[in-house]
């Protein structure tokens, strides 16, 4: 018996070493390129105040604000005005801006959520980027708590931190009002980005998160995923060049309306979390230095 349970234990090593370098060579072999940072033109303007075409700003010029709010919109019609009217109302209580406080940028297709934050990151004018998801799901007056984590990070290695929010202090409510499954599946999830992309953060899918503006130009430039994961990409790429993180916790309330299909985006989000390790592991994706957008 015990031979035979010691060669059902070498077959069954072979064969996950087998399916390991099996996934190994289709990550690699699939592998898309950097995406473009190309505009299209209708991309390159906005639309001031008397309804003029403007020339948008870039990441690499010098930055002419204190912040900059980048807000990801897909169909969100319902949220976003009320979330606009809160990051609104507080950030004029904190400083008087002119008629150029908000831009929109119209794409010409979809990016996907990453895609966009990055377009707007690209156009921010901000010394510190903050991005915020469209539902207002995180009271925005904690932007202070992100500025003062941010401040406690420093000296900042060539000017470059992060201050993510957490809902991980929420963690125990949210268990109480999930389903077996749903708790399952979120514990799934956190061990494949702990084993696989990054350590030390409890909570890499909260929509808040600040930024310098060097720490946005490094991060955003070597990011290959456009869609649901590229929070965790963005973060694995932090880490590679050791740009110190903040994790710092935030009020939040779930907002109806998520576009979020559970075990679905979970399923497809744990693929692209193995997919990220594997396809930097392989060479397949560089890190790369500062790009410039075409």
Same mark, same amino acid.
């Given at each position: 018996?015990?031979?035979?349970?010691?060669?059902?234990? &070498?077959?069954?090593?072979?064969?996950?070493?087998? $399916?390991?370098?099996l996934i190994?060579i289709v990550?690699?072999?699939?592998?898309?390129?950097?995406?473009?940072? +190309?505009?299209?033109?209708?991309?390159?303007?906005?639309?001031?105040?008397?309804? /003029?075409?403007?020339?948008?700003?870039?990441?690499?010029?010098?930055?002419?604000?204190?912040?900059?709010?980048?807000?990801?919109?897909?169909?969100?019609?319902?949220?976003?005005?009320?979330?606009?009217?809160?990051?609104?109302?507080?950030?004029?209580?904190?400083?008087?801006?002119?008629?150029?406080?908000?831009?929109?940028?119209?794409?010409?297709?979809?990016?996907?959520?990453?895609?966009?934050?990055?377009?707007?990151?690209?156009?921010?004018?901000?010394?510190?980027?903050?991005?915020? #998801?469209?539902?207002?799901?995180?009271?925005?007056?904690?932007?202070?708590?992100?500025?003062?984590?941010?401040? #406690?990070?420093?000296?900042?290695?060539? /000017?470059?931190?992060?201050?993510?929010?957490?809902?991980? +202090?929420?963690?125990?409510?949210?268990?109480?009002?999930?389903?077996?499954?749903?708790?399952?599946?979120?514990?799934?999830? +956190?061990?494949?980005? @702990?084993?696989?992309?990054?350590?030390?953060?409890?909570?890499?899918?909260?929509?808040?998160?600040?930024?310098?503006?060097?720490?946005?130009?490094?991060?955003?430039?070597?990011? +290959?995923?456009?869609?649901?994961?590229?929070?965790?990409?963005?973060?694995?790429?932090?880490?590679?060049?050791?740009?110190?993180?903040?994790?710092?916790? &935030?009020? @939040?309330?779930?907002?109806?309306?998520?576009?979020?299909?559970?075990?679905?985006? @979970?399923?497809?989000?744990?693929?692209?979390?193995?997919?990220?390790?594997?396809?930097?592991?392989?060479? $397949?994706?560089?890190?790369?230095?500062?790009?410039?957008m075409n």
């Amino acid at each position: 018996m015990a031979p035979l349970l010691l060669q059902l234990a &070498v077959l069954g090593a072979a064969l996950a070493a087998a $399916a390991l370098v099996l996934i190994s060579i289709v990550a690699f072999i699939t592998a898309t390129k950097m995406p473009a940072l +190309h505009r299209h033109e209708e991309e390159k303007f906005f639309l001031n105040a008397k309804g /003029q075409k403007e020339t948008l700003p870039s990441i690499w010029d010098l930055p002419t604000k204190q912040l900059s709010v980048v807000v990801p919109s897909y169909n969100e019609e319902k949220r976003l005005p009320v979330m606009m009217d809160e990051a609104l109302s507080y950030l004029e209580k904190r400083q008087k801006y002119g008629s150029d406080k908000v831009r929109v940028i119209t794409l010409v297709k979809n990016r996907g959520k990453g895609g966009a934050i990055r377009m707007g990151i690209f156009s921010s004018r901000g010394e510190k980027i903050l991005m915020a #998801d469209a539902d207002g799901a995180t009271k925005f007056p904690d932007v202070e708590k992100l500025e003062k984590g941010l401040n #406690d990070l420093q000296p900042w290695p060539n /000017q470059m931190a992060i201050a993510c929010g957490s809902r991980a +202090h929420l963690e125990k409510e949210s268990i109480a009002q999930r389903s077996y499954f749903r708790t399952l599946l979120m514990y799934g999830f +956190h061990f494949l980005v @702990w084993f696989l992309c990054v350590k030390g953060i409890r909570d890499t899918q909260c929509g808040f998160k600040l930024f310098t503006r060097e720490a946005a130009s490094q991060t955003f430039s070597s990011l +290959h995923i456009e869609r649901w994961a590229f929070d965790v990409e963005l973060l694995y790429i932090a880490q590679c060049f050791k740009i110190p993180i903040a994790e710092i916790a &935030v009020n @939040w309330t779930e907002i109806e309306g998520s576009k979020l299909v559970p075990f679905w985006s @979970w399923l497809q989000m744990g693929k692209d979390l193995l997919f990220i390790r594997l396809r930097y592991m392989t060479g $397949a994706w560089r890190l790369e230095q500062t790009r410039k957008m075409n």
